[in-house]
């Protein structure tokens, strides 16, 4: 299982790199052919977002990660579903050392999921 688990994960990369590279391009084919708004195209451009921080491109991955905060405010309301790109969000201020603006953005994604879960919720 170990084995699958690490092919899995090899595979992830290299598909979000292609994505990567079609982004790149302007033909990012799931935005073209789904939708900005679907769900595959939001999963690849939080991927794409992803891999641009972690390459160091942390002005893309700003731009990507606030465009797919926008996108899925939209599609699916302020909520659970944005929580994930608020954390990837706040990472990138602090990669760019804007500190400020980083725990801004963790005191909302604290404040929402206190406000969708609850306090008594274990995740909180």
Known sequence: M???????R???????LKNLRNWETG??????VLGKDYLDTITNV???ASICCSRGRLREAEELSIQLLETQNKAFGDGLASLASLHNLAFVFMSQARTKEA???MIRLVATRVHKLGEGHPNI
Do not use: E
């Open 2 to 8: 170990g084995r699958l688990g690490r092919w899995g």
């Open 10 to 16: 090899t595979y992830t990369y290299l598909h979000c």
């Open 27 to 32: 033909s990012l084919r799931s935005a073209r």
């Open 46 to 48: 939080a991927n794409v």
């Open 103 to 105: 725990i801004d953005t």
